[in-house]
């Protein structure tokens, strides 16, 4: 089933029948399992495998759209888009996303302390709350006062801090730092959200051609690693998909820390560009 990359789908560049060919596509696998055995729908609000792909609009209000016509639950995973990485509380708010429930775990801590969670709407909580269900499901620490301490005193310094109002400010200045990337010939697509976003590499811009399992783990390892850790920034590159660079600045990050991020990226794609021309050369 297609993922929310727009840069990759015959249909990326218009929005609305973007949108309409993913949710026909999630109608489809629905009817072809079955609905009574569809449970729920679970996405992230920004996808972080593949990198950082968000979705087109009215793409959340379709799954709910889906999930009420059919009576599936709708789960979105906010591990990573919860507490601000997108510039609200949750990329949900964000996205109108209107789930029935919410895993989160990273920023609730600041990353501080390890600690995951589920929120849930009420109808979801019902049983639980008034009924005599229990929740089967154990863990040594669940719960631990120390950890959730940790998290109170995170969201408390969010909030006052304005931690979120950073993000939000910030981001039109970011994006537009990133997309001047566009000038290394190896950059393909910009995409993201908040301070979540990624950088694909394409071998030639024109056809999108990615690149060789090979050809890619140099590019990323041996050359562009190599490059960012000598200038100082420690960020990661993923070809697990199309190779991307994954840049997730810190929350509380300043337009001038945005700026050496990006500074450093150019400076590492426009080595990486001029040692691919030489391998290129030498490979002829
Ligand atoms: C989007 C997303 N969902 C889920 C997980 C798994 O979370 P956990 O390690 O807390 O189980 C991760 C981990 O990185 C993630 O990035």
Known sequence: MSNTNAYRHPLGHDEAAF?????????????????????????????????SFTPPAGYWKGLRAL?????????????????????????????????????????????????????????????????????????????H????????????IYEREGVLDNVRANEPFLRAGLEELRRVPIVGDIRGAGYFWSVELVKDRTTKQTWEDDEASWLLRDILTAQMVERGLLCRLDDRGDPVIQLSPPLVADRALLDSM??????????????????AAHAA
């Not at 990573?80 to 029935?100: A, K, M, N």
């Not at 120390?146 to 995170?154: D, E, H, N, Q």
């Open 19 to 51: 949108t309409a060919a993913l949710l026909a596509e999630v109608e489809e696998a629905i009817q072809w399992e079955g609905p009574d055995q569809v449970a729920i729908v679970i996405a992230e609000p920004v996808q972080n495998s593949g990198g």
């Open 67 to 143: 999930c009420d016509k059919y009576g599936i639950l709708l789960v979105a995973d906010e591990v990573i888009t919860g507490f601000g990485r997108v510039g609200e509380w949750f990329g949900s708010l964000r996205f109108e996303g209107r789930p029935d429930l919410l895993t989160f775990a990273k920023g609730v801590t600041a990353g501080h302390a390890p600690l995951g969670g589920v929120l849930m709407s009420e109808k979801v909580a019902a049983p639980f709350t008034s009924g005599d269900a229990v929740f089967t499901h154990g863990l040594t620490f669940g719960g």
């Open 145 to 156: 006062p120390l950890t959730t301490s940790i998290a109170l005193a995170a969201l408390d």
């Open 262 to 279: 990006v500074g450093i990226v150019g400076q590492a794609l426009e080595a990486a560009w001029v040692g691919w021309q030489d391998r």
